[in-house]
Structure formats: structure tokens, C-alpha cells
């Protein structure tokens, strides 16, 4: 049988492939309700067969929101490029243009491939303005066009600004991007500034949740009113995916609006704070906290200067920051400061601590070679670690033993004098 025939007999016998369905459905030609998208200051942005939507509004410098004026972020990035210190929220060398602040909007809380970024905010400090910029995902099926259009924006952009933004804006654009990435620019290598961890560091202890909207109330002297909560955002787009109007979905550009000129607010706030220009607004808490901040990050000089204005009051953190400063003079071996301070704990006698006599017992003992005022301190620390051991009901038989080793010894030391 020739080669020819054969391959007549088998045709019969190929299954016809059938052509494949996209995943994604397609998007509508037509914009419904364009006029309301219009006068929303909303335009449609095309990219090859898709297009997304966005809104752009912008802010004179000089208007204030909440404590401050949107100009002031311009001021304290001038103040970071002078200051001597670093700080993970330092400015030093950058412009208060470079910055980005973003704020996203989902279908979900999630961080998997089935969550969709429909809103994409993206906020920016000019020399005579802030401009926020919004890319809306009209449909599912639209994604290259908003990343195309958000990526090309952004590129040039080299700083992040946002409130939870490391755990969970960026990575999920991150993931929708793994979708599109042939078809779109790639992501910048942005250096990000996440503000939900500085806030987390000075007021978890403090604020009832660490919400944004929360540290807008009590912190920024901001009231939103009758903004539209976070958590509605997906409902809101669901509706609007079967309706198409824009009224649907409005309240959500504008919480997403609100939520960028916070972060800017925000941002000023706390760098008035670590820069040393807010104290009169400032609690011993926050003192104290931004004292371990700095010495996290090993600027111990400015995490005295802190350390110092918490001490002066009277409450547990006080004490606490006393025992801190010390705690860097004795690393610094400032032996003398850091002696007056752990004395100065010593005579708070609402607390049950006996480390301050450990540490002046020690100094004594191997700094001043003063035997008996080591051995003093040393029996006052045991004193006050029985007190404390009775009203916890606790025992510690490796504390209780090096005790009784440190006060034989000094013990020794003296009769031998």
C-alpha cells in the first residue's frame, strides 16, 4: 500500500481538535455610562484589544489634611536629607517626588492566584501639588491593559509608601503580574517604606487596633464620616461587575482616595517624631519606643536623647527607659552615667526589680573595686528578688544559687580588707 493511501485510511481515525476557550472572559467593547465615568474624572486607557479605567485628582500643597498640610511631607524630606542619623524611614537622598504611596483594593484578603487587585491607587508629591492616580479593572478580563498602564506610570518610581503593603499589596501584585508578565513591563525593584510596622512599634500598646482608620482618629486627628469601610470593597465590585454603573463602585475610589492621603499624612507624622520636631505632641511611650528604634538600628546616641525624655516620667515606662539608657552607657562603658541611672531605679520603690542592684553590684565589684558597696547592692538585690519571688509564688533555684555565689564571695572579699 502506498504512503499516500495510508495516510487517506488513518485521517478517519484523527479526532478533530476542537479550538480552545480563553480563561478569561472577554471584555465589553463599549464603556456603559461613559458620561458618569467623565464627569467622575475618569478616562479609558486602551492597550491592544483591552482597556482599564483612570482617575486622576489632585490636592493643592497647601491644604491640610488632618494635623497637616500635604506641603509639609516636602519639608520633612528636606530635614531627612540633613539629618545625621539613619533610620529605616529616612529620606537621605531622595526627593519627596520619588516617593510612591500605594494603596490597593481586592476581591479578597488573600494573597493566592484567586484574588484580583481591581484598584490600583497610586498617590504623588509634586512641587506644587499631590496628584492621586487610580487604575480600575472594569472587567475580569482587562488585567493587561491596568498593569500595562500602571507599570508604564511607575517605572521611573523607585520608593513604596504603604500601610501593610509588604505582606500583602506588593506580593499580590506580584502574583497578578506572574499572569501577565509577557504581555506588560516588568515590576520596579521599588525600596519600600511600610508604615503599619512603625505604627505596630509605637502604638500596639496604646490604640485599640492598629487599623488605619484607626491611627486616623487618634493619631492624625483625622474623621472620615461616612467613608465606606474596607471590608465592603469586594461587595461593591461585584455589584458593579453586573450592573456597570459607576455610582456602584465610587465609594470605593474614594475610600482608596482617602486612604493614600493618609499615608502621606501619616508619613509626615512619623517623621516629625524620629526627626525630633514633634515632642510637644509626644507621650513617654512613644519617647521610649522610638529610643529602642534607634538603638535597634544601632544609633545609640539618638536612642539616649530619647531614652532620656521618656525617663523623666514617673510611670512604668519611665523606669523602663532608665533601665534602657543604662543599660547603652554601660555598653558604651559610660560607667558612671549609666551607675546614676540604675540608683536612680533603685529608689523607685514601687518596683519589685532586682536588676539595677545586680548591675551596680557588678560595677562596684569589677569597675570601682569597691568590695562593700558591691556586697550593699548585692544583699539589696537579693532582698528585693525574695519580695518578688513571694508575691509571684515563684521559685528559681539557678537565681537563688548565683545569688548566694555572688553575696559568699563579696562576703570573702570584705574580710580579707
Not at 534602657?324 to 541611672?341: I, T
Request: charged share 30%; aromatic share 12%.
Amino acid at each position: 500500500m502506498s504512503l499516500s493511501r495510508k495516510l487517506k485510511r488513518m485521517k478517519r481515525h484523527l479526532a478533530t481538535e476542537e479550538p480552545r476557550t480563553h480563561l478569561s472572559p472577554e471584555p465589553a467593547r463599549e464603556l456603559p455610562f461613559d458620561r458618569e465615568w467623565a464627569a467622575f474624572r475618569t478616562k479609558v486607557c486602551t492597550f491592544e484589544d483591552q482597556f482599564c479605567l483612570v482617575r486622576e485628582v489632585s490636592y493643592p500643597l497647601g491644604e491640610r489634611w488632618g494635623r497637616y498640610r500635604f506641603g509639609d511631607v516636602q519639608a520633612v524630606v528636606e530635614k531627612w536629607n540633613g539629618y545625621p542619623y539613619s533610620h529605616p524611614l529616612s529620606a537621605k537622598g531622595l526627593d519627596s517626588g520619588e516617593f510612591i504611596f500605594f494603596d490597593t483594593e481586592t476581591t479578597g484578603l488573600g494573597t493566592g492566584a484567586g484574588n484580583t487587585i481591581f484598584l490600583l491607587g497610586v498617590g504623588r508629591v509634586l512641587s506644587d501639588s499631590v496628584v492621586v492616580k487610580q487604575y480600575f479593572l472594569p472587567h475580569p478580563g482587562c488585567e493587561v491593559a491596568l498593569y500595562h498602564h500602571f507599570l508604564s506610570d511607575v517605572r521611573e518610581m523607585r520608593n513604596l509608601v504603604t500601610y501593610n503593603g509588604k505582606s500583602f499589596d506588593w506580593p499580590q501584585v506580584k502574583t497578578r503580574h506572574t499572569f501577565v508578565r509577557d504581555q506588560v513591563p516588568r515590576l520596579p525593584a521599588f525600596g519600600h517604606y511600610d508604615l503599619l510596622h512603625a505604627a505596630r512599634r509605637l502604638w500596639k500598646q496604646e490604640l485599640p487596633s492598629l487599623r488605619l482608620s484607626v491611627v486616623e482618629q487618634h493619631i492624625l486627628g483625622i474623621s472620615r464620616g461616612n467613608d465606606t469601610p474596607g471590608q465592603m470593597a469586594p461587595l461593591l465590585y461585584f455589584d458593579y461587575l453586573k450592573s456597570q454603573d459607576p455610582k456602584d463602585i465610587m465609594p470605593v475610589f474614594f475610600h482608596n482616595e482617602r486612604d493614600l492621603l493618609s499615608l502621606i499624612s501619616l508619613y509626615i507624622h512619623l517623621s516629625k517624631m524620629l526627626l525630633g520636631g514633634n515632642e510637644q505632641r509626644m507621650n513617654a511611650g512613644e519617647h521610649y519606643e522610638i529610643g529602642r528604634w534607634y538603638e535597634a538600628v544601632g544609633e545609640y546616641e539618638r536612642a539616649l536623647s530619647s531614652y532620656r525624655q521618656a525617663a523623666a516620667d514617673t510611670s512604668a515606662v519611665g523606669y523602663s527607659a532608665k533601665k534602657a539608657a543604662a543599660r547603652l552607657y554601660k555598653k558604651q562603658r559610660q560607667w558612671d552615667k549609666a551607675v546614676a541611672l540604675w540608683k536612680a531605679c533603685c529608689q523607685d520603690g514601687k518596683r519589685m526589680d532586682p536588676e539595677p542592684y545586680i548591675e551596680l553590684s557588678k560595677v562596684y565589684e569589677h569597675r570601682y573595686k569597691d568590695a562593700d558597696e558591691a556586697l550593699y547592692y548585692a544583699l539589696k538585690g537579693y532582698e528585693c528578688w525574695k519580695r518578688a519571688r513571694r508575691v509571684l509564688r515563684a521559685t528559681d533555684s539557678r537565681e537563688h544559687e548565683q545569688f548566694q555565689k555572688r553575696i559568699h564571695r563579696l562576703e570573702m572579699r570584705c574580710s580579707q580588707c
